[in-house]
């Protein structure tokens, strides 16, 4: 069967870590190896003129950090590879929650010499709570850093996964000589560069003296003592504990200067997963069904700010999906065919004329998608897991140039929908109020409002606590509630209610007070 043929050589993951880890920078790199482009750009950078391929938002390439998530598709021997770059920075953190929803696996980078941080912690919650399976990278060893072993056990402890390392460093920093692949058995000599790849040695013995003629008799002698160690502290590495999220394999390299990140590669297209079975409230969907199902996990406003478009990332779960054909959009129950899909190099699109499970899919959009959508080919089914987060940061936004109130509206309306923030009505005096988990995220919304549709916008300040969406079976209490909160209630951009509790005590107190009501902290309930 054609379909088994391609769900099998599919590979779709995420690269996650904390900000300046370096994941952007390793995306380059595997992109370089996968000709996909043929000079890698840089994150940060006054001598390379080019930026990274999957940071392509003005505002990304004057910040050097990553907004939104990228996708990237290439072929790699034989393999059909799809990554998606994700932002590391805890304020755009509600992105890559969601399109942790929409991969098989996910590479975690590590920086050798900051270890394990805050947001690669809660990243790897979210990991754990759907058994993806994980690869880590630690980047940056050609500078000075923790101890290998330290890096390892701090991985173990803060991340709370067993590790085994399948390749191992050859001294860290300004003595750094390269890896020895403990996957392949091949010894990797390290000569900074950014732009072209290492010599590999292949080796039959560990013990071979050819090491200490290439690396130096004290660092051969370093490194066969760590690899009994290795061998003796950590188990074999097992591929079955891998997939099920209990055992996370350990690379060490430098992304910057495309050191270990072949081998990365090489080990990863063996053992990743091809695309797995999903949940939706109905059943089980199998990716070799014949029947097209996926669902929106992303919507970008402006990819092309000449033409003003909204593209929706589809992932497709089951069966081929194919230009032209009809398919139901569940919520809306209309069908809808497509002739322009497209696949992604980052902001460069490509017709598609057909996609397998795994893949994702541009599909453009003129407001009928939502995140969340399901797409079928008839069979009613909905997809479930991609909630919105209660924000943490609330100000009302207002117009500064009235002359452009619908390029405001209108821009508001389509990044709300992309997933940037969320957007409350206040229904006490009707004005808006903008929700984000974090302070940069005011500041993207008002440079792209400008920058992309023309709109100037400006912050006032309200002091809130968090929003909780409110339901219950006792109409009686739940317009009691409303009447006596009604200065602190809001709906939602799909009309429901919204409780704005001011403070923490007063949130308490409510729930106290009204014990018939249940509030929400996440949209999907």
Known sequence: MEINKEIERRRTFAIISHPDA??????????????????????????????????????????????????MGFEYEGYKINILDTPGHQDFAEDTFRTLTAVDSVIIVVDAAKGVERQTRRLMEVCRMRNTPVIIFVNKMDREGKDPFDILDELEKELQIRVRPLSWPINIGAKFKGVYNIYEHTLDLFTPSKQTVTERIQLSDINSPEIDRLVGEDDATKLREDMELIDGVYPEFDKSEYLKGEEAPVFFGSALNTFGVKELLDCFVRIAPSPKPVETKEREVRPEEPEFSGFVFKIHANMDPNHRSCIAFVKVCSGKFERNVNYKHMRSGKMMRFSAPTAFMAQKKSVVDEAYPGDIVGLPDTGNFKIGDTLTAGENLNFKGLPSFSPEMFKYIENDDPMKAKQLDKGIRQLMDEGVAQMFTSQFNGRKIIGTV?????????????????????WEPI?????????????????????RKHQFMATDKEGRDVFMADSNYVLQMAQKDFPAIKFHFSSEF
Do not use: P
């Open 22 to 71: 370096g994941k952007t920078t390793l995306t380059e790199k595997l992109l370089l190896f996968g000709g996909a482009i043929h000079v890698a750009g840089a994150v940060k950078s006054n001598k390379i003129k080019k930026t990274a391929t999957s940071d392509w938002m003005e505002i990304e390439k004057q910040r050097g950090i990553s907004v939104a998530t990228s996708v």
């Open 438 to 458: 974090g302070q940069l995220q005011f500041e993207v919304i008002q440079y792209r409002l400008l920058h992309e549709y023309g709109a100037q916008c400006r």
């Open 463 to 483: 002091s809130l606590y968090k929003a909780c969406w409110i339901e219950s079976d006792d109409k009686d209490q739940l317009e009691q509630f409303k009447k």
